[in-house]
């Protein structure tokens, strides 16, 4: 039994972690990864996209999600040396929140965040780097986001 515990806590955690490398997304659609090349949504998706992002509920939880990330790091010191997947799935939160036709993969490394995949205009393109700089411990943003207009399904 001794032997046992340790061996369950070391599984649950190696699970664990293997389970947060994921990109953190804006939308199911977005690219798996900030190398991926972005595609236009189909105007079906991105209209539901700015339905789910612009529903009340999904909004309430985004600003809920964004002061339990301030909050915990201002009680920790300030959380300026953040971990990657912690500051990527903060950085994603703000963009789903301010750009809501979206399809953003966010990836963080040592305060760098890349940002890639589509907006609908230059207007929500201009945003991700200020809104991205917003939190803290970004140290620079790497954005390789296009403007690409839904467009029909064929």
């Known amino acids: 039994m001794k032997k046992f515990i340790p061996l369950l806590l070391s ?6 972690a293997a389970g947060c490398q994921n990109t953190a997304k804006t939308s199911a ?3 798996d990864n900030t190398n991926e090349a972005p595609k ?11 339905n789910d992002a612009q529903n009340q509920t999904r909004k309430a939880q985004l600003n809920s999600d964004i002061r339990a990330h301030e ?10 040396n953040r971990n990657g ?7 994603r939160d703000k ?9 953003l993969s966010v990836q963080a490394n040592n305060g760098i965040v890349t940002v890639a995949g589509t ?18 411990g970004v ?15 064929s």
Do not use: F, H, Y
């Open 139 to 153: 140290k620079n943003v790497v954005n390789k986001a296009l403007v690409a207009p839904p467009k029909a399904k």
């Open 95 to 103: 963009l789903e929140a301010n750009i809501p036709d979206s399809q």
């Open 40 to 50: 236009s949504p189909d105007t079906q998706t991105a209209q539901t996209n700015q």
């Open 71 to 80: 909050q915990r790091n201002n009680a920790t010191g300030g959380g300026t």
């Open 85 to 91: 997947n912690a500051l990527a799935s903060e950085v």
């Open 119 to 136: 907006v609908a205009n230059q207007q929500d393109l201009n945003k991700i780097v200020p809104e991205a700089s917003k939190i803290k």
């Open 11 to 16: 599984t649950v955690l190696v699970i664990g």
């Open 29 to 31: 659609n977005a690219p």
